[in-house]
């Protein structure tokens, strides 16, 4: 390569282009993010809720679009597309059609004067087609950039030279007729391809009757539920009552060869449960029924997810897929045909509406940018790439993300495109720093001695105020001490909103700000760099959580709910109007990296941050690389697993950025980002390393499923693995069965392990490959095979392979010859003889890692695997800062999904390791010496082992003495006032927490009694 460019094209502003935009510009490159609508968001912005933990979707995406919106290093190109890619790696023209928007976004102040004035109704894309929009429009409330744009095809001016009116009431003549767009080129190192996806066009289908006006998509049904949809959250039927009975069919638009469409689009199954539990928290008595092949519920937390729907929410799963939509000619009504369980015959049910889970299709759009970029496509449409790289296209320099590269979810989507960012970054490491630009902020306002408060209060669509009494609480904060202003948002942290309140600020003189809203873990920093954008310290905020305290909790107690919303808010202005202007410290830190575990995550992650020009040490217990991988010997595309380990192995060893220490334990960890301290033990010998950042990639272990289908009573039961070195080495079995979900999916492991089925489809096929007369038997509760990988499973019914489901209840009962087992589907008994049984079981979480989540202080979930800090939006993060996590020690996956992970966390470590500094919080504690007695007890109690005994000289008029005083190290204090809370004589006050504070809001909470 010949010329490095340090920035990057992002070609598509859904959440992946947005995850690795942010990843790219906060590691020191320039961003263009080029997006073909006409705001950045994509389908996650849809959304109503997300699952498994049903958060609200525009909630954890808002603070992203505005974080795009704000950065400095990212430049955002809407409505725009690219016409061609030129050069070679490093090096790219990127050509850019900017099409005409008739709007000057410079003039433009979103005030949506211009929008009742046009005559001209549209049916709406963003809802669905469920309500009109106009011809002069925002895409949705929270769109990025909030600039209108006027749909040339729509508007009577432009088609018809009528009208104006729109320019007639824009009063900052912000219109252009005239607008004629333009092309542009971008000169770039790389580009990332994560346009996404499209949704499966139904109407395709005639049997299932989408001319039926209560037949809906399932994107359809998320913009019914949703408070910002067509009928603010109200699902409605076209007569206007709400529905009684709803039913969902799946797979409509994926696992259909015989339309094309012959992959699982891996999220249906659980979009559709998670539409079916929140319709009920709309109506508890409705009546919901998911139609469908298999429950794939593969992910982290599905598998808990589908069985709380099943068993406490009472929806109704049938696994029969109805072939169409009947309509009774005479009342209209919708009813549905299906084979019933359990021997019931064919069945015929009548539903209010129907609901059909609609697939994920390669978009027309990416496949012509998939043409421009020259880069190959599978025979799905998708993107085309490998097992060991999943980011990587067939060409170099050119990396995908997401939906484009294979149907998934969002977090494994956001994986994809850290990781993407992650090769992007390593590709230009030599150029960062060198096209960025550093954010300014105004010159900060002095606090003078008047309080002068206002307070925000956030409906958040419905989450908040379908429950809580917005307006009265507003009203409210209003007469308050010290409150100045107050007002209502319907999502506050929308970029819109997030500008309105710094224009308060200003407007008001503001000196404090309070925001009612949600939690302070995900949304405090975003409003804190409102307050700087302002001119005000970031700690003259405070936010009211009346969400999960309140709204959440209180969702039948409306009255009460809108009582306690008040209290918080009282308490939480009170402690505002003591609040004092913090300020932070910029500190050194060591800028490598530590990585635990050899496996083929960990050796994916060590490789990436080395070939980012850091150093970084991977630490490996054994003695060997490769981790689980090794227990296997072939892939599912065919390839050996050596195939892919000893070239990544070989980099490690011989990588001049990499220091490899096998056969070596975590004994100890002190510090926190920026300046860890690990302690390692090598054959007895204790060593001392220092590191700035650290990956956690421990792996998993196969279960040993001792005491399921008598596995340890026979000699002829063993695991996949074992059965994988069995056809290597050459079976004589002539009758083999596979039980799957041996000690999975039960009261002792709830969760489902992702990789088992695809493991046991490739090895059905390598058996029956290798003799087409063997008998082989799939004995299976879903079969799981996600994704691209159904291919494996129809594959294995080609070969001959008999599959037989069923069920927890009555699972087979297993001999040393034979095997008795009930079919659910066909309600018959059975006896298969067998000479082989090879049981699916799952992976494990290590022993070890209950120890290594208390040295680095970070979490497990139920499991015992590493509990992430968001499980959509960051999943390789813990709350922890400086500590990643990627692969099997997250959660059970296959091998592609552990090296996009890998990649993923190498991307977010290296965006620390990338900077100049590091900063202290402002929020520290401090020690008063003279009141500091030596005690200790504060080094007893904080977690993160801040506070220091330190021995100093006191001198007085009588005596000169040595005593201990403590000392609070700011690099590694969080401020969580343990310490303060602890000392006996308040020799330690934790700033922004102060006892002044803390009584007012104790004294404010009493007023409300």
């Known amino acids: 390569m010949s010329k490095l460019v340090g920035a990057v094209a992002v070609a598509g502003g859904g959440v992946a282009g947005i995850q690795s935009a942010i990843d790219l510009a906060n590691s020191?490159?320039?961003?263009?993010?080029?997006?073909?609508?006409?705001?950045?968001?994509?389908?996650?912005?849809?959304?109503?809720?997300?699952f498994p933990t049903l958060d609200c979707s525009m909630c954890t995406l808002s603070p992203k679009l505005a974080e795009v919106a704000r950065h400095p290093n990212i430049e955002l190109l809407t409505y725009s597309e690219i016409t061609g890619i030129e050069g070679e790696a490093g090096d790219f023209t990127v050509k850019v059609k900017k099409?005409?928007?008739?709007?000057?976004?410079?003039?433009?102040?979103?005030?949506?004067?211009?929008?009742?004035?046009?005559?001209?109704?549209?049916?709406?894309e963003y809802n669905e087609g469920g309500n009109n929009r106009k011809a002069i429009y925002l895409a949705f409330p929270q769109a990025v950039p909030r600039v209108y744009t006027i749909d040339a095809e729509k508007c009577l001016y432009l088609t018809k030279g009528k009208c104006g009116n729109c320019a007639k009431a824009c009063e900052n003549d912000a219109i252009n007729y005239d607008d004629k767009g333009e092309e542009i080129e971008i000169n770039v190192g790389s580009v990332i391809l994560s346009t996404g996806f499209e949704p499966f066009d139904a109407t395709q289908l005639e049997q299932y009757r989408m001319d039926h006006p209560d037949v809906v998509t399932s994107m359809q049904f998320e913009r019914q539920l949703s408070s910002s949809g067509p009928f603010e959250g109200h699902v409605t039927l076209s007569d206007g009552t709400h529905p009684k009975k709803i039913a969902w069919i799946q797979c409509i638009g994926s696992r259909s060869p015989e339309i094309g469409r012959r992959n699982c689009s891996s999220v249906?199954?659980?979009?559709?449960?998670?539409?079916?539990?929140?319709?009920?928290?709309?109506?508890?008595?409705?009546?919901?029924t998911i139609f469908n092949i298999d429950v794939r519920a593969f992910g982290k937390g599905f598998e808990e997810f589908y069985q709380k729907a099943k068993n406490e929410k009472s929806v109704r799963f049938i696994n029969s897929r109805p072939s169409g939509v009947e309509v009774d000619p005479n009342t209209n009504k919708l009813s549905l045909k299906y084979e019933g369980e359990d021997g019931n015959g064919t069945c015929r049910e009548e539903f209010d509406m129907v609901v059909l889970s609609i697939g994920l299709t390669p978009s027309k759009s990416s496949k012509q940018l998939v043409d421009i970029a020259n880069v190959e496509m599978d025979d799905l449409g998708f993107v085309k790439t490998k097992i060991d790289c999943p980011v990587e296209t067939t060409r170099p320099g050119i990396f995908v993300s997401g939906a484009m590269q294979a149907p998934k979810d969002i977090p494994d989507t956001v994986a994809d495109a850290s990781g993407a960012a992650s090769k992007a970054s390593s590709l230009l490491s030599s150029e960062r720093g060198k096209l960025v630009t550093e954010k300014q902020y105004p010159t900060e306002k002095e606090i003078t001695d008047e309080i002068r408060t206002g307070v925000v209060v956030c409906r958040c669509g419905i989450n908040i105020g379908s429950i809580v009494d917005v307006p009265d609480v507003v009203n409210y904060a209003k007469d308050l001490s010290g409150v100045v202003f107050a007002k209502e948002e319907v999502y506050a942290c929308s970029s819109d909103s997030l500008a309105g309140i710094a224009d308060l600020v200003k407007e008001h003189d503001l000196n404090r700000v309070v925001v009612a809203s949600c939690t302070p873990r995900t949304h405090e920093p975003l409003f804190r760099e409102t307050l700087m954008e302002a001119g005000l310290n970031p700690y003259m905020f405070e936010l009211a959580n009346i969400r999960e305290h309140c709204s959440w909790v209180h969702q039948n107690e409306k009255d009460k709910a809108t009582k306690k919303a008040k209290d918080i808010v009282r308490m939480s202005v009170s402690r505002a109007n003591l609040l004092q202007p913090l300020y932070k410290e910029k500190v050194e830190f060591n800028n490598s990296g530590l990585v635990i575990g050899g496996g083929i995550a960990g050796m994916n992650a060590t490789i990436d941050i080395a070939d980012k020009g850091f150093h970084v040490t991977l630490v490996e217990k054994s003695a060997e690389l490769g981790g689980l991988l090794n227990a296997y010997t072939k892939l599912q595309d065919g390839r050996s697993t050596s195939e892919v380990l000893e070239p990544i192995i070989g980099r490690?060893?011989?990588?001049?950025?990499?220091?490899?220490?096998?056969?070596?334990?975590?004994?100890?960890?002190?510090?926190?980002?920026?300046?860890?301290?690990?302690?390692?033990?090598?054959?007895?010998?204790?060593?001392?390393?220092?590191?700035?950042?650290?990956?956690?990639?421990?792996?998993?272990?196969?279960?040993?499923?001792?005491?399921?289908?008598?596995?340890?009573?026979?000699?002829?039961?063993?695991?996949?693995?074992?059965?994988?070195?069995m056809i290597d080495e050459g079976t004589d079995a002539k009758d083999i069965v596979f039980i799957q979900c041996a000690g999975g999916r039960n009261n002792e492991r709830p969760y489902c392990?992702?990789?088992?089925?695809?493991?046991?489809?490739?090895?059905?096929?390598?058996?029956?490959?290798?003799?087409?007369?063997?008998?082989?038997?799939?004995?299976?509760?879903?079969?799981?095979?996600?994704?691209?990988?159904?291919?494996?499973?129809?594959?294995?019914?080609?070969?001959?392979?008999v599959f037989m489901r069923y069920t927890e209840d009555k699972e087979p009962e297993v001999g040393e010859k034979s095997i008795k087992m009930y079919d659910s589907l066909l309600n018959m008994d059975f006896d298969i003889n067998y000479d082989l049984l090879a049981l699916s079981a799952p992976l494990v979480a290590p022993e070890t890692n209950e120890g290594l989540g208390s040295l680095f202080k970070v979490p497990l979930d139920s499991n015992k695997f590493f509990l992430e800090a968001h499980i959509k939006l960051r999943p390789v993060e813990f709350a922890t800062e400086g500590v990643f996590l990627c692969g099997t020690a997250q959660a059970p996956k296959l091998v592609d999904e552990a090296v996009s992970q890998a990649l993923a966390a190498a991307s977010r470590a290296c965006t620390i390791l990338s900077s100049d500094f590091l900063e202290t919080i402002g929020n520290v504690s401090v020690v008063d010496p003279e009141l500091c007695i030596g005690c200790g007890r504060c080094t007893m109690v904080c977690?993160?082992?801040?506070?220091?005994?330190?021995?100093?000289?006191?001198?007085?008029?009588?005596?000169?003495?040595t005593t201990k005083k403590c000392e609070i190290n700011p690099t590694v204090c969080k401020g969580c006032g343990s310490c303060a809370a602890e000392c006996p004589t308040g020799a330690i006050t934790s700033r922004h927490y102060t006892a002044p504070q803390i009584m007012a809001v104790i004294k404010a909470y009493g007023e409300g009694l």
């Open 28 to 50: 020191g490159l320039k961003v263009y993010l080029i997006e073909n609508s006409t705001s950045i968001g994509g389908k996650m912005a849809q959304l109503d809720k997300t």
């Open 99 to 124: 099409k005409a928007t008739f709007v000057d976004p410079n003039k433009c102040t979103a005030c949506g004067l211009c929008v009742p004035k046009c005559p001209v109704k549209v049916p709406d």
């Open 268 to 288: 249906c199954c659980m979009y559709a449960t998670k539409e079916a539990m929140v319709a009920m928290e709309h109506d508890s008595e409705l009546e919901t």
């Open 652 to 725: 490690v060893r011989s990588h001049d950025n990499i220091t490899l220490m096998t056969d070596t334990e975590l004994v100890g960890l002190e510090g926190s980002m920026g300046k860890f301290t690990a302690h390692l033990k090598k054959a007895g010998v204790d060593e001392e390393i220092q590191c700035g950042v650290a990956i956690i990639a421990t792996g998993a272990n196969e279960l040993v499923p001792e005491g399921y289908f008598s596995y340890g009573k026979y000699p002829n039961i063993v695991t996949q693995s074992k059965l994988e070195h």
């Open 753 to 801: 392990s992702r990789a088992c089925c695809t493991v046991a489809m490739k090895n059905a096929i390598r058996l029956k490959e290798g003799d087409p007369d063997r008998n082989v038997y799939v004995l299976y509760r879903d079969i799981r095979t996600f994704g691209r990988w159904e291919d494996l499973y129809t594959q294995a019914r080609e070969l001959g392979v």
């Open 943 to 961: 977690p993160y082992k801040a506070p220091e005994l330190k021995e100093v000289v006191v001198e007085t008029e009588e005596i000169t003495y």
